[in-house]
Nanobody, 123 residues
Framework: QVQLVESGGGSVQAGGSLRLSCAAS????????MAWFRQAPGKEREAVAT????????YYADSVKGRFTISQDNTKNTLYLQMNSLKPEDTAMYYC????????????????WGQGTQVTVSS
């Protein structure tokens, strides 16, 4: 049974930093994509960053490029999202997700999701 558990969210002022973690268990595919999505109230869920374990390629949404960094620790089966220079518009519930094979920015293509962790950035 696949389980994804996020942590690390919280409330920060604009310009601050947070590091989100996603502890994964039960996934046994040889190559897969792990991703961070976010969803603000009244908005659609959007891809923030993805990483493909098959080759390490990454994707970042334009809105977070240069500020966020996705990484993974395979020894701990943990995915991270380092978020720097946070802005009020980064306020959202952040979710990690995993799917087999190549990465996608389409939420519907991800089968497994965590419960989410809230990030609130005040101005």
């Amino acid at each position: 049974q696949v389980q994804l558990v996020e942590s690390g969210g919280g409330s920060v002022q604009a310009g601050g930093s947070l590091r989100l973690s996603c502890a994964a268990s039960g996934y046994t595919a040889s190559s897969y994509c792990m991703a961070w999505f976010r969803q603000a109230p009244g908005k659609e869920r959007e891809a923030v960053a993805t990483v493909y374990t098959g080759g390490g390629s990454t994707y970042y949404a334009d809105s977070v490029k240069g500020r966020f960094t996705i990484s993974q620790d395979n020894t701990k089966n943990t995915l991270y999202l380092q978020m720097n220079s946070l802005k009020p518009e980064d306020t959202a519930m952040y979710y990690c997700a995993v799917r087999r094979d190549y990465c996608s920015i389409r939420p519907l293509l991800y089968r497994y999701w965590g419960q989410g962790t809230q990030v609130t950035v005040s101005s």
